[in-house]
């Protein structure tokens, strides 16, 4: 009808509009300036076609950010998940206290990333003997340490512990909307049939039933670990040691040489590379992955005669 037909433009449109002014037509400049060389202005200069993807993917800076990012990731992701999954655990285990707890778990989520990499700097880690890690070293007989943020492995314990404190809530919450999901009755049938509590109904009932929700949390950490930049920059700002893309990206674009062109492209190319990660994720151990197990496992009882 006429009027339906109006009533959608004028809701849609607006909405469109924004989409194309915000995001289409800055990714499309980006993709130009990409081409060409741009420093200093984002009015290019020349045209110069891959030049700048070649030097971005060839450049020892930005492979080291990509290192940087494996080693965090690789800190980061396990001890999120095994954390947030165990609250969520703990917390579905206690259903008369669970909403004061959940509130105050999501409590660090309300604290931006830059006041919280303060606090962990200036406070916790701080260095000095009256830190709060220090003190509690010193409380277990063991010595000061002085440079947390000058020293590996100590700046990855700094990065990994304020991040975790601000984002461990929310996917703690995930995990307990997927607990939730899981049937009381399943539970009590495994309990009539001798099977309680404890880590073999975990890994036989309720892991399986948590892979969606695993595998949602699994490709939001990555992506998160990817994004990595507010801890970065403000605990380690001059480190190149500890420059994950983000970083890097940020100070080809916007630092002394302002080289718009190189970092269009660098933008592009970590798109690209996080789309191949997101993919190679699903794939793996996502919902594809579940799905085509599951049409194995038919094809394979279809063809022995046994139930699926």
Request: hydrophobic letters at 55%; one cysteine or more.
């Amino acid at each position: 009808m006429p009027g339906t037909n109006r009533a959608f433009w004028t809701l849609v449109t607006p909405f469109f509009a924004g989409l194309a002014v915000f995001s289409v037509l800055p990714i499309l400049w980006s993709a130009y300036l990409s081409l060409t060389e741009a420093r200093g202005s984002l009015t290019p200069v020349r045209f110069v076609g891959v030049d700048n993807y070649l030097r971005f993917l060839t450049d020892q800076a930005f492979i080291q950010s990509l290192v940087t990012f494996g080693v965090f990731a690789v800190f980061i992701v396990p001890v999120t998940m095994a954390c947030s999954l165990g609250l969520a655990l703990l917390l579905h285990e206690l259903p008369a206290a669970q909403a004061l707890l959940r509130s105050v778990f999501f409590i660090p989520l309300a604290c931006s990333y830059v006041v919280a990499s303060l606090v962990w700097k200036l406070g916790l880690f701080s260095g000095l003997p009256s830190g709060v890690a220090n003190t509690a070293l010193a409380a277990v007989g063991l010595d000061p340490i002085s440079t947390w943020l000058a020293q590996s492995p100590y700046w990855w314990v700094v990065l990994v512990t304020v991040r975790l404190w601000l984002q461990i809530g929310f996917y703690m919450l995930l995990f307990l909307a997927g607990l939730q999901r899981i049937p009381r009755t399943m539970y009590e049938a495994a309990s009539i049939d001798g099977l309680s509590a404890g880590p073999r109904r975990f890994f036989s009932m309720t892991w399986p039933q948590l892979r969606p929700t695993v595998a949602a949390v699994l490709l939001l950490l990555l992506v998160a670990a990817f994004q990595a930049f507010d801890e970065f920059i403000n605990l380690l700002p001059r480190n190149p040691d500890t420059r994950p893309p983000l970083v890097y990206l940020y100070q080809v674009a916007l630092g002394g040489d302002r080289d718009f062109g190189l970092g269009s492209a660098g933008s592009l190319i970590l798109t690209a590379i996080m789309v191949v990660v997101a993919l190679g994720q699903n794939y793996f151990f996502g919902f594809a992955a579940a799905e085509d197990r599951t049409k194995r496992r038919s094809r394979r009882a279809r063809r022995t005669g046994a139930p699926s």
